[in-house]
Every structure is written in C-alpha cells, then in structure tokens.
C-alpha cells in the first residue's frame, strides 16, 4: 500500500473536466469537478442520471483519461489502472467458466502475480462465503456474486475502493446486508470507498459524506456531511436527520432535473 499524503488526503480531483466525442458533437460530461477525498473516508456520490458520476469514478481509476484537470492518488497522478485502487461495478462480471476461487485469481495470473492466500481465505470468511470456493457463478445469487467482486477488489489489499453502483441489481433486503457488509470492512481496513449510487438512503448510510452533482455537465453541486458514529444501525435511517437530509439532497436532484428539462439539448462545448 502507497503511503497517504501528509495533509490526509488520499484521492484529489482538480479541475476535471470529461469531454466525449460524439456523432453530434462533442459533449461536456463533467465540467471542472474538485473533489478531495480523506484517507479511510467514505464518500457516497449521488446525481441526476448521466451527471457524469461513472465519468469521474473511472477516471479515478485510471481506466478513463481526463480532458482537462487532474486526478491524484496519495499526490501522485492517476494516469493508468494500479494496484492501490479496488473497482466494484453494478455487475460482477465473474467469468463464468471459472469458479469462484478461480475468479478471485484471475487478475493475479493476467499480472503473473502470485495472490496471498491467506488474505483472500480471511476475506471469504468475512464476507460469509468460505466453502464456496469452488462453485460456479451460476451457482451463486446475485448478493453472492458480488461478494465474490469485492473479495476481488480487496484481494491486492487497494488503499481505495472505487464502488460503482454496486448493489443497484439487489434486493431492498440483500442490498441492506450488503452495505453492513461494507461497513464491517471498511472497520477492519480502513479502505478509503468512493461509492456511486441513486439510493440516497445508502449514500446516506454508508457515507461520511455525500457528494452531489449537477446534471450535464456533472460538476460538484454540494456536500452534506453525515453525523454518525460507526458501526451505524438502520435504525439511524428512521431519525429526523436523515430524514431531513435525504430531503434536501432530494430536492437539490430533483430540482436540477427540472431546470435541465427546461434547457435546449445542444452539445456543451468545453469549459475554459
Ligand atoms: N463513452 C462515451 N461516449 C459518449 N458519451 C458518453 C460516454 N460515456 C458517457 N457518456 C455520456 O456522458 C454523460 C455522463 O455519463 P455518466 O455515465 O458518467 O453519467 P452518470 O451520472 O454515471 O449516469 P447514470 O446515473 O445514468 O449511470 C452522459 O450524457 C452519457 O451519455
């Protein structure tokens, strides 16, 4: 694991901008985003649908280039996919032909690595799927798929965890054990998580703070910090100040959906 820069923080996004080439010309994706994210924080990012939230996560994972701006980890560039970043997506795109232990090691074996065993049995018990090593993904729900993607995340023990809408697919009561489950790791590792999701509730829930973008082209709109203390209970999510502040955030979207819809289509051009 790289070291955390002095001032703590462990991902810095200056002046990012995102444009894509299009038939129809070329379009703003995320416009000037600043963002810096503390090590061992959790920061949710909410937003109206394409605000350019996956935009700005893959560019952070080094799998996406910026067109303007920088992205650092631990005061460093992000130019190319390393080893100190964990990705999980809404899909866990295991390979279906392999099982899951077989899963788990394919990136070691792209990279001639040799996985530490140790490490990803300790993961497969915390995540409750020691003993199914050897099953199939066919074998396995979708909660268990994608517990199956975060033990491969975990696995080359990242500093930072990218999480992408990861429990969207899930149902309301996986989904909830799925982000205890996080937090239980979080506690234990310390991992920093940049989490994207449209469920303002578990934006909320998991996150120190929430992070809203504009709609198109995405820039930081706000950020609203998240009181509790952890481990939390669901119980917090019945309290006046979850309530009201999945309120606001609500209507800070929902707003900005309005005034979009009011606004020409035409192509952004790039900011200055
Ligand atoms: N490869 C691409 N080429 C062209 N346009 C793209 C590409 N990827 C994303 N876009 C566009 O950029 C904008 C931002 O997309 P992005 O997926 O980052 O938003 P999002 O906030 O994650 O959306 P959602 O919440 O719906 O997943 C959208 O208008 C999208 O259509």
Redesign the pocket.
């Known amino acids: 694991m790289v070291e955390q820069m002095s001032d703590g923080v462990k991902l810095r996004v200056r002046q990012a901008s995102k444009i894509?080439p299009?038939a129809s010309g070329d379009?703003l994706?995320i416009d000037r985003c600043d963002l810096d994210v503390r090590a061992g924080e959790i920061v949710s990012i909410v937003?109206?649908?394409?605000?350019?939230?996956?935009?700005?996560l893959w560019t952070m994972s080094g799998l996406h280039s910026l067109s303007s701006g920088e992205v650092q980890l631990d005061g460093k560039p992000i130019t190319a996919p390393s080893r100190d970043i964990g990705m999980v997506f809404q899909d866990a795109n295991l390979l279906p032909w392999r099982n899951v232990q077989a899963n788990i090691a394919f990136p070691f074996e792209i990279m001639g690595q040799q996985p530490d065993k140790a490490w990803i049995a300790q993961l497969m018990h915390r995540v409750g799927l020691e003993g199914f090593e050897n099953r199939m993904p066919r074998e396995l729900s979708g909660g268990m798929q994608q517990r199956v993607a975060l033990v491969r995340a975990l696995s080359f023990k990242p500093s930072v965890l990218l999480m992408d809408?990861p429990f969207g697919a899930l149902d309301a009561f996986t989904r909830e054990e799925m982000n205890h489950l996080v937090e239980e790791i979080y506690l234990d590792t310390r991992t920093t998580i940049l989490l994207?999701t449209?469920s303002i509730e578990e934006a909320i829930f998991l996150a120190d703070r929430v992070i809203v973008?504009s709609a198109?082209p995405?820039r930081i709109a706000s950020e609203h910090l998240v009181p509790f203390a952890r481990p939390r209970s669901m119980e917090i999510m019945s309290t006046k100040e979850v309530f009201d502040l999945t309120n606001i955030i609500k209507k800070e979207i929902v707003g900005d959906q309005k005034s979009m819809a009011g606004r020409p289509r035409s192509t952004a051009r790039a900011a200055g």
């Open positions: 894509y299009t379009l994706a937003g109206p649908s394409g605000s350019g939230k996956t935009t700005l809408e994207i449209h973008m198109r995405g």
